[in-house]
């Protein structure tokens, strides 16, 4: 799994508190209503189920998905307007958003004036 790892994770919890900070300070500058911080599991379908399942247990939440509104599976805790997510996307999903993603930049929008 690519999570942050133990000296990783102090820096980022670091990064959260002074960007919160900053954001109290500073309150002419935008900020957003809500937000989310995402980690993503790795490995087989399979697995990566297993580790939303353990995070959800960690978190104190229900599962959700792979049913006929979305095939990813994750788990969320709210945090008032922020949330924690952990999201298991299945392996044929990802195969073809990459392949999607491969024709990225290869067709252009004519932005011309005068269409």
């Known amino acids: 799994m690519a999570y942050a ?3 990783q994770r102090p820096r980022l919890i670091a990064g959260l508190r002074a960007l919160a900070a900053y954001l109290e300070v500073h309150p ?7 937000a989310e911080l995402m980690v ?5 379908d399979h697995a990566k189920r297993v580790e939303i399942d353990r995070i959800a247990a960690l978190i104190g939440s229900k599962t ?4 006929s509104s979305s095939s990813h599976y994750r788990a969320a805790r709210d945090f008032g307007p922020v949330t924690y ?5 299945p392996n044929a999903d990802l195969a073809n958003h990459n392949a999607l993603m491969s024709y990225d ?8 004036e005068g269409m």
Request: aromatic residues 6%.
């Open 85 to 89: 997510s952990a999201v298991a996307i």
């Open 5 to 7: 790892d133990m000296n």
């Open 28 to 34: 002419e500058i935008p900020a957003p209503t809500t």
């Open 105 to 112: 930049g290869a067709v252009n929008a004519d932005t011309s």
């Open 40 to 44: 993503f599991t790795r490995g087989s």
């Open 64 to 67: 959700f998905g792979n049913d």
